[in-house]
């Protein structure tokens, strides 16, 4: 079988050509400036960008297209940034990688460039102001709970297939994966690649934010590691003014990121050709 198409990651084009984004290219430039190594380094960042952004969307500024594309590669972008410079790594996006079950994956965030992918990252950005494009909804826009079910099934269903082929493709080689015993949870936890999720949810309400804790934590049996930064208008008259939410621990993409940086230093150190 040919190995799929490899190269090192790339930032997202939508944001880098499109003027709806500018708002979040300014804040990867100064994020990128400062070499970060943790969220807290560029968390401020962050914010101002999706301030930036989520404004020019209410203004019609901002389209359709930057808003499905732009602001998760942003975060993405963000993410993979920060354990590049975390772990010493160079992260690859890798096109036509094979599950159990779907013949092709296109993974953005990947490591190590060559043989079995052992570190995969998925992020998403959900909530929205109200904007040209949402004339329906709510004064303050669409919850950051309405879109997760949907994102944490199909990351649910890619983390099965990908750690599934993993454990075939050990089978094949004469190694003995562990079976997973009527315990999916602790198996998928046993193989690799290791997967993690993060989340950036924009919340209108308390209520907002506990459906959104609750679904990041169904997240959690399934992957490897959540990480969820959670931020909400500070009044109803300021809908893009924003402020960090309070989220469990065990959830803070702080923590969680922190812990994808050190299992990412444990892959590298064990495959020192890959860098």
């Not at 930032?11 to 400036?33: D, F, H, I, M, N």
């Not at 969307?57 to 998760?72: C, H, I, R, S, T």
């Not at 075939?168 to 998928?188: K, N, V, Y």
């Amino acid at each position: 079988m040919p190995a799929p198409p490899t190269r090192p990651r790339l930032t997202s084009p939508r944001v880098a050509t499109s003027p709806g984004c500018v708002p979040l290219k300014e804040a990867y430039a100064r994020a990128e400036a400062l070499q970060p190594k943790s969220w807290g380094q560029v968390e401020d960042l962050f914010l101002r960008g999706m301030e930036g952004f989520d404004q020019n969307l209410v203004a019609g500024v901002a389209d359709m297209g930057d808003l499905q594309n732009g602001k998760g590669d942003f975060f993405n972008d963000l993410l993979s940034l920060l354990l590049e410079h975390c772990a010493g790594v160079q992260l690859y996006s890798r096109g036509k990688v094979p599950g159990l079950m779907i013949p092709r994956h296109n993974l953005d965030v990947t490591f190590p460039a060559q043989g079995n992918i052992e570190f995969v990252l998925e992020a998403k950005a959900v909530g929205t102001p109200k904007h040209p494009g949402s004339p329906q909804a709510k004064p303050l826009g669409r919850p950051g709970s309405a879109d997760l079910d949907k994102r944490v099934k199909e990351i649910g269903f890619k983390t099965i297939d990908l750690k599934a082929e993993y454990a075939r493709l050990l089978a094949a080689d004469g190694m003995s994966p562990t079976s997973i015993s009527g315990d999916l949870t602790g198996w998928l936890r046993s193989v690799k690649p290791r997967s993690y999720l993060f989340v950036a949810s924009r919340v209108l309400s308390d209520q907002d934010l506990k459906q959104v804790i609750r679904k990041a934590e169904h997240a959690t049996l399934l992957c490897d590691g959540v990480g969820l930064f959670a931020f909400r208008p500070v009044s109803p008259d300021a809908p893009t003014t924003y402020e960090a939410a309070s989220v469990p621990s065990g959830l803070e993409l702080a923590r969680v990121l922190f812990r994808a940086c050190q299992e990412l230093t444990a892959i590298k150190a064990a495959r020192p050709d890959d860098v």
